[in-house]
């Protein structure tokens, strides 16, 4: 009987491991979320340095810098799928980065009309 409770946990230990990495992974993706929708209030109605996601005036232009993001989290939501642990990590980090640029954005005056 000890015998098999050992194997059942042991055989068990890796899906516990998947579980955390894969709980740790969802709960990256909020954070993700949660820079880029900062990011992306901070920005609108100011001038945009990211030529990517302005219009031809230099003001944010929500629907590029929406697209833009998306295309992020797509991207990095097919990593997390494949890898949790890596999509983790860089989930966090994009909602890192996005925050910093945020807390730029929030130093930048708007435009003017």
């Keep these: 009987m000890r015998r098999l409770a050992l194997l059942l946990t042991l055989t068990s230990l890796p899906l516990a491991a998947e579980s955390r990495a894969r709980k740790v992974w969802k709960w990256s993706l909020g954070a993700l979320a949660a820079g880029a929708a900062s990011d992306i209030a901070s920005s609108w109605g100011k001038y945009e340095s990211n ?25 990095l939501w097919i990593v997390g799928r494949k890898s949790p642990q ?25 435009a003017k009309p």
């Excluded at 990517?52 to 810098?65: C, K, N, T």
Aim: overall charge positive.
């Design 51 to 75: 030529p990517l996601a302005r219009d031809s005036s230099g003001r944010f232009s929500p629907a590029r810098g929406i697209a833009l993001k998306s295309g992020v989290i797509a991207g």
């Design 86 to 110: 890596v999509g983790a990590a860089a989930n966090f980090s994009a909602a890192g980065v996005w925050a910093g640029a945020a807390i730029s954005n929030s130093k930048v005056p708007k």
